[in-house]
């Protein structure tokens, strides 16, 4: 019992001490202003219009690109923290020249006062900090303590997180939030096993994952295509396993031959050629219909949808 409480003590120390590194790094951490910042900081007053007016009229949300395709988490985490920091959120504008340099910007009265910036990236610098530091926790319940402090510090020490994961943009937000959702997972998981809480772990994971689709509209199409490759690289798989030498087996080979072998790039080019110049069914660009996600989905999927066909082809017990 003795010797159980030791080490559940020394276990929670190594997790306190790599949030604490991980904060201290991205905390002095620096990167070069990103003109994807503006927008994300001049749009962050829609926090002010939701939760202190309580605003809801078509006024407040026209319907145009922002509150169309643009998700809203990590902005409302910006203009909480700014709104907090006595900031008047009205004042934010997301105009911004891209043509142009930042100086030219400001000059032009577009753009983020560097006190405002450094303002901004404060609580984005946190949730990176926090994202990298979860990696010990999930990683340490499928590896032991060592992985999980391995993989927690080697994301910590990593100059391309440092920059990217302290920028007042969804980024942050979009990997505490995942990286969040994959602890509640596997701790769900590992309750289910264990006949522990399994059901408000698994809750969680689906709350948390929520909120990373609607930190950016990357974790929309990821997500999108995730479950597009799940359904149907497990459908063609079991088929191809249940059908083996007959028609559906030799055209899922056929299929994942192609899918396996044409870069995600040139599948791109090619689809978009076919549907939208040549057939023009589908749109080149845009985000906010349906017929909008289909080519990225498709795109994004491919490779996945293959990968797990064949799994479920050689092996179909695990599907």
């Not at 030791?6 to 991205?26: E, K, R």
């Not at 909480?80 to 000059?107: E, H, K, M, V």
């Not at 980024?171 to 994959?182: E, K, N, Q």
Request: glycine share 10%.
């Amino acid at each position: 019992m003795h010797k159980t409480r030791w080490w559940w003590l020394a276990d929670w120390a190594l997790g306190l001490s790599v949030l604490v590194v991980a904060l201290a790094t991205f905390g002095g951490a620096r990167a070069k202003f990103d003109g994807d910042e503006a927008e994300w900081i001049g749009t962050a007053g829609f926090f002010r219009t939701l939760f202190v007016e309580h605003d809801l009229s078509p006024e407040a949300w026209p319907d145009n690109h922002w509150t169309r395709t643009q998700p809203m988490v990590a902005r409302y985490v910006i203009g909480a923290w700014l709104w907090a920091r006595g900031y008047d959120l009205t004042s934010l504008d997301p105009t911004y020249d891209f043509d142009q340099t930042i100086g030219a910007n400001r000059r032009a009265g577009h753009g983020p006062s560097d006190a405002l910036l450094d303002e901004a990236r404060l609580p984005m610098r946190v949730l990176g900090a926090l994202a990298v530091a979860s990696l010990y926790p999930t990683v340490r319940r499928m590896a032991g303590p060592v992985g999980g402090l391995v993989a927690g510090l080697l994301a910590i020490g990593s100059p391309y997180l440092q920059e990217h994961l302290i920028r007042a943009k969804g980024d942050p937000s979009l990997m505490f939030f995942l990286l969040a959702g994959l602890l509640a997972a596997v701790a769900g998981l590992t309750g289910l096993e264990g006949g522990r809480r399994w059901l408000a772990w698994t809750l969680a994971a689906g709350a948390l994952l929520g909120l990373a689709v609607g930190s950016k509209l990357t974790a929309v199409l990821g997500l999108l295509a995730v479950t597009f490759a799940v359904l149907i690289g497990v459908s063609l798989g079991v088929v191809a396993a249940t059908h083996r030498n007959g028609p559906a087996d030799y055209v899922s080979l056929m299929l994942a031959s192609v899918g396996s072998a044409v870069p995600s790039f040139a599948l791109g080019i090619f689809l978009i050629y076919v549907f939208a110049v040549k057939l023009d069914i589908l749109p080149v660009l845009g985000w906010g219909s349906p017929k909008q996600a289909v080519l990225p989905l498709i795109t994004l999927a491919a490779l996945p949808t293959v990968a797990i066909g064949m799994a479920c082809w050689t092996v179909p017990a695990i599907c």
